[in-house]
């Protein structure tokens, strides 16, 4: 299958200086390190082996765009952004030194200082190893927490509210298995109103990682708490992102969500704080 060229300014780096160095040919990554081909460099631009090529002028368009990627077109390269009418919200692949992550209305989906957003991820999962059984991810994003979970569990169901994420995730070459692999199953809704429609006790793990408190204010509600209980088996594990419990804005959303996620009937809730989260059991 061919798939569209993605580079972003780390590529983009590594071109220029080859470039200034003299060299006809390097190694470089189509789809943001996943893998590397052989390119040749002229006085034009560049020359991908699948027939994309590149000028120098859009090379240093990408240089200095440090937080976009883009896809290489015929008509020269397009930034990754779109803006969703649904949610009114601007949503970009943002560029990393390793797996990239997405930016929305300007929040970043993934922890990425000091650590890869695909390591993020696994902390995440960690937290209610063994994933296995039927898996809910609420917040499908660039569908990592998807992905790692369908490598153990048996189904993963994943909820996206945003279009315009959808598309980013489309374009992403890291989110390639949310649309391969058969045992992820995708739902596009708000997850406030899709998860009321789940049976009792259907789910042996869910993995609650929404956007900040800011922007979807109601997935932390005691309501929406209640539903996550319902559906969530007996010896279940809930695992709820939110964000750096020792920071003073996210320890005031801990105590609020610890607080309305016991009154919604988890025995026992743990920091995790080595996962910016907390594991609710049931």
Sequence with gaps: MSYPIILSYIQAEVLLVARR??????????????????????????????????????????????????????????????????????????????????????????????????????????????????????????????????????????????PGAQEIAHLNPWSRDLFGNPKIRQIMGDAFEVVPTFDDNSFDRIIHDPPVFSLAGELYSGTFYQQLYRILKRGGRLFHYIGNLESKSSGTVTKGALKRLQEAGFTRVVRRPEAFGVVAYK
């Design 21 to 162: 160095q003299g060299d006809t040919a390097l190694e470089v990554s189509p789809d943001l390190g996943i893998t590397t081909v052989t390119v040749n460099l002229s006085d034009d631009g560049v020359e991908f082996p699948q027939g994309g090529h590149v000028r120098w002028p859009d090379i240093e368009r990408i240089k200095k765009a440090t937080t976009n990627c883009f896809i290489v077109k015929e008509s020269g390269v397009q930034m990754i952004q779109t803006f969703s009418e649904y949610t009114n919200r601007v949503c970009s692949l943002l560029p990393t030194k390793h797996t990239p992550s997405m930016l929305i209305a300007g929040f970043t989906m993934h922890r990425i200082v000091d650590i890869d957003p695909m390591q993020d991820t696994r902390k995440k999962i960690a937290t209610i190893a063994p994933v296995v059984g039927r898996v809910l991810d609420t917040a499908t994003g660039l569908g990592y927490t998807a992905i790692e979970a369908a490598k153990t569990a048996e189904q993963v169901i994943t909820i996206e509210l945003d």
